[in-house]
């Protein structure tokens, strides 16, 4: 289900960065990504429930590190 997930986070990944080359993987942060501030942060944690069907509580929002912690968030989520 991982490889699912990150084939459908990448494309949102990669629109709201504006970066067509990015690549997720479970260890990408903020850190790795120029253009990923508190905005833009909104913006993909939005669209990703929106495209995934969830809601996420902001407690899990702080615990979140990285794409992996997301992506086992989202994992959680839809079973």
């Not at 997930?5 to 120029?34: C, G, M, Q, W, Y």
């Amino acid at each position: 289900m991982e490889n699912e997930i990150i084939e459908k986070l990448t494309p949102i990944f990669r629109k709201v960065f504006k970066e067509p080359a990015l690549e997720v993987t479970a260890t990408l942060s903020a850190n790795d990504v120029e253009k990923w501030d508190s905005l833009s942060h909104l913006i993909l944690i939005s669209t990703v429930e929106s495209e995934f069907g969830v809601k996420f509580k902001l407690k899990e929002l702080v615990a979140m590190k990285n794409a992996g912690d997301l992506i086992k968030l989202i994992e959680t989520k839809l079973q």
